[in-house]
C-alpha cells in the first residue's frame, strides 16, 4: 500500500507528459465541478470522465482503489451522520436515531463526492511525480504576495515535496516497529490502547528524529529557502492549454446540460 | 525440540507488478540450545527468513514449525523472541522497567513473578540500576540497545533470534553483548543470529547458514565454513589460510589469536627440527 497511496507510477502516457500546472488546476476544476453537481446524473457523467481519464493514464486500478482505501472509515462516517441526522422522512430507527430518506440522498451524494475528489487526486498524483508536483505549486503560488505574511513559495513548496517523501519512509519505520512489538507479544486486535500507545510514542520519535536529519543534511547542502532553480524546468505547451480547456469545457458542460 | 523450516518459499506484494521472491524454497532445521549464525548479503533474505520464525510472515509455500507447533500460533511469540535491527527504535514507556515488562505483561506475567524476570532481564542485560527509573529516551545509544535486548529476554525465550545486533555498537557494548550471547548459549537457549559481517560471531557459532538470493547456499560447522570459500572470515583465520596456501603446514581452523600462535610456533619447530 505505501508504494501506491497517492505515490507516483512512473509511464509514458499523454497524461504523464502534461505539465503539473494544467494538471493540478484541472484536479481544481474537477472539485469545484463535483461540488456544484447535485444530481446522481451528473455523479454519473463525472464518473465517466474519470473513466476515460484514467485508461488514457494506463495506471493500473490499483492506484486510485489504494487512494480511497484508507479513507473507508471516515467516509463510512460522513455516510452514517447524513443518514441519520439529517431530513425528516424516517426510514428505519436504529438504538434511538432515525434513518432518513433524504439523509440517505444526501450522504450517498456527499460520500460520492469526496470519492471522486479521491479518484482525480489520485490521477494527478500517479502522473506526476513529486518534485513535478512541487514545481507546479511553487510555480503557481510565486505570483502571491506570500513574503508579506513571511513565507516563501520556496519554502512552502520545500515542505510539501518533504511531507511527500517522508511518508513511504514513516510507514516502513511503522512497519517494522509493528513487527518488534508484536514479537514482544503485542496482540493488535485484542490491547488497541496497548497498540496505540507503544507504536505512537516511538513513531513520533522517529518521525521528529528523521526531520531533524533531513534538515541538517539540507542545510550542510547549503539549502536556503528563497530564489532557488529547480532541477526540472515546466513548460506549458500547446497541448497544455488546449488539455486544460477541453477538459474545463466537458466538466463545465456536464453541470450546464443537467 | 526445534524449528522447522521445509520447503518454504515467500513473495512480498505477490500478484502485483511490485511482486519480488524474497525466499526460494527453504529448508532448515534449529535445534535447541544450538547456537546458529545466518549469513549473507544485505537483501538475500535473512530478515525474511527470521520473520517466519514467529509468524510475523506466513510463508507463501511450504511450513514452518516451531517445537511442533505452527509458527503463527500465538504461543510460538513467546518461544521465539526477536530483537530486530536498530532495536532502540522498540523503547515508548514511561521508564526503563516499564518498557522491559511490556513484553512479560503481554503474555500475562503478574505481580513477584513479572517483576522477577524484568529484573533479571535487566541484570543479564547489564543495564545499572540506576536506570530503572530513567526515561528510555535519556540514556545513550548504547545503553538503549541493552535495554531493548532485556525487554526481549524478559519474555525468556527459547529461541533468540538477532538482526545485525551488532552494528553501530561501540567496543564495549559490542563486548557485553557478546558475553551475553554467550552466558544464554551456555544456559542452553538457542542463539541465532543474523548479520551480514559473521566473521566477528564464528568462534561462538555450533552452525552456520549462508543465504543467496533467497536460497541457502551452505550449511556447515565453523570448520566446515572455513574450509570451504565462503567469506568473510576472521582476520586471524584469513591469515591462517593464507600462511597455508605459501605452503606451511598450519591448520586453518583457528579463531583465537593465542591459539594461532601456538600453531604458527608448533609449525616453525618443525621446520627447523627437518633442517637439522
Not at chain 1, 430518506?101 to 498524483?125: C, D, H, N, P
Not at chain 1, 517522508?166 to 503485542?186: C, I, T, V, W
Amino acid at each position: 500500500m505505501s508504494n501506491l497511496f497517492f505515490g507516483y507510477i512512473p509511464g509514458t502516457s499523454p497524461i504523464h507528459s502534461l505539465d503539473p500546472r494544467t494538471k493540478i488546476i484541472s484536479v481544481m476544476v474537477a472539485s469545484i465541478i463535483i461540488f456544484n453537481s447535485g444530481s446522481f446524473r451528473e455523479m454519473a457523467l463525472i464518473g465517466a470522465v474519470f473513466l476515460a481519464l484514467f485508461s488514457i493514464s494506463r495506471i493500473s486500478y490499483r492506484a486510485p482503489l489504494s487512494a480511497v482505501r484508507p479513507m473507508m472509515i471516515f467516509l463510512i462516517i460522513i455516510f452514517l451522520m447524513q443518514l441519520f441526522l439529517t431530513g425528516e422522512t424516517i426510514l428505519f430507527s436504529l438504538a434511538g436515531f432515525n434513518a432518513t430518506q433524504e439523509g440517505l440522498y444526501a450522504g450517498l451524494l456527499l460520500t460520492w463526492r469526496f470519492v471522486y475528489l479521491l479518484l482525480f487526486a489520485s490521477i494527478l498524483t500517479a502522473t506526476t511525480t513529486p518534485s513535478m508536483l512541487t514545481v507546479g505549486i511553487e510555480r503557481m503560488l510565486r505570483p502571491l504576495p506570500l513574503e508579506k505574511a513571511g513565507i516563501s513559495s520556496f519554502d512552502l513548496a520545500t515542505m510539501m515535496s518533504l511531507s511527500i517523501h517522508f511518508f513511504p519512509l514513516l510507514y516502513e519505520h511503522l512497519e517494522k516497529l509493528k513487527d518488534a512489538q508484536m514479537s514482544r507479544g503485542l496482540d493488535l486486535k485484542k490491547n488497541p490502547l496497548r497498540t496505540i500507545y507503544s507504536l505512537s510514542v516511538p513513531m513520533m520519535k522517529i518521525a521528529f528524529r528523521s526531520a531533524g536529519e533531513v534538515s541538517l543534511a539540507m542545510e550542510s547542502r547549503c539549502y536556503q529557502g528563497v530564489s532557488r532553480t529547480s532541477l526540472f524546468e515546466p513548460r506549458m505547451q500547446r497541448m497544455d492549454f488546449a488539455a486544460l480547456l477541453g477538459f474545463a469545457l466537458i466538466m463545465g458542460s456536464i453541470v450546464l446540460l443537467a | 525440540m526445534s524449528i522447522d523450516v521445509t520447503n518454504v518459499s515467500f513473495s512480498y506484494d505477490p500478484g502485483t507488478s511490485l511482486e519480488r521472491t524474497a525466499l526460494k524454497n527453504v529448508n532448515l532445521s534449529i535445534g535447541r540450545g544450538e547456537f546458529v549464525l545466518i549469513g549473507g548479503e544485505i537483501g538475500s533474505g535473512k530478515s525474511t527468513l527470521i520473520r517466519h520464525f514467529n509468524g510475523l510472515l506466513r510463508p507463501s509455500s511450504g511450513s514452518v514449525s516451531v517445537d511442533g507447533a505452527e509458527a503463527h500460533v500465538k504461543s510460538v511469540r513467546k518461544k521465539v523472541g526477536i530483537l530486530f535491527q536498530f532495536p532502540q527504535n522498540q523503547l515508548f514507556a514511561r521508564s526503563v522497567y516499564e518498557d522491559v515488562a511490556f513484553g512479560p505483561c503481554n503474555f500475562g506475567a503478574k505481580g513477584d513473578e513479572l517483576r522477577k524476570k524484568v529484573t533479571k532481564a535487566l541484570r543479564m542485560a547489564g543495564v545499572r540500576e540506576e536506570l530503572y527509573e530513567h526515561s528510555p529516551f535519556t540514556l545513550s545509544g548504547g545503553e538503549m540497545r541493552l535495554v531493548a535486548i532485556a525487554g526481549v529476554l524478559a519474555i525468556r525465550p527459547d529461541y533468540l533470534v538477532l538482526d545485525e545486533p551488532l552494528s553501530g555498537l561501540d567496543p564495549e557494548h559490542r563486548e557485553s553483548l557478546l558475553k551475553i550471547l554467550r552466558s544464554l548459549h551456555m544456559q542452553g537457549s538457542s542463539v541465532i543470529v543474523v548479520s551480514h559481517w559473521i566473521a566477528d560471531l564464528l568462534p561462538l557459532a555450533d552452525k552456520i547458514i549462508l543465504m543467496e538470493k533467497g536460497k541457502i547456499s551452505f550449511v556447515g560447522s565453523p570448520e566446515e565454513y572455513v574450509k570451504s570459500t565462503s567469506t568473510p572470515l576472521p582476520e586471524i583465520t584469513s591469515l591462517m589460510k593464507k600462511l597455508q596456501q605459501k605452503g606451511f603446514d598450519v591448520r586453518d581452523d583457528i579463531f583465537d589469536v593465542g591459539e594461532a600462535l601456538n600453531e604458527i610456533i608448533r609449525v616453525k619447530k618443525e621446520r627447523l627440527g627437518s633442517m637439522q
